[in-house]
């Protein structure tokens, strides 16, 4: 088991900046992808990046220049820097653990980013 415990998130006005953070314990794989998704109300969830162990990334072209994932790989940590921020980005965020060579998949309990016009 892997367990996922988010931070950051909150409101703020457009154009302005937000952080989040996740940190990962238990059972964890050497070899896995973090990243963060978001599920705004009424739409389904979807990728906004990730970022794997050996630190390739991939991000929503809706964030790219805007975004960005990082990691610490010895405190299994991630995190997530929103910069300019759009009232498009309101959404839940959660955080995701991935471990691709066994196909073990856990998500945080989500943050809420709002964003103000």
């Known amino acids: 088991q892997v367990q996922l415990v988010e931070s950051g998130g909150g409101l703020v006005q457009a154009g302005g900046s937000l952080r989040l953070s996740c940190a990962a314990s238990?059972?964890?794989?050497?070899?896995?992808?973090m990243g963060w998704y978001r599920q705004a109300p009424g739409k389904q969830r979807e990728l906004v990046a990730t970022i794997s162990s050996g630190h390739y990334t991939n991000y929503a072209n809706s964030v790219k220049g805007r975004f960005t994932i990082s990691r610490d790989n010895a405190k299994n940590a991630q995190s997530l820097q929103m910069n300019s921020l759009k009232p498009e980005d309101t959404a839940v965020y959660f955080c995701?653990?991935?471990?691709?060579?066994?196909?073990?998949?856990?998500w945080g309990q989500g943050t809420r980013v709002t964003v103000s016009s």
């Open positions: 238990g059972s964890i794989d050497r070899i896995n992808v």
């Open positions: 995701n653990y991935f471990e691709p060579l066994t196909g073990k998949n856990y």
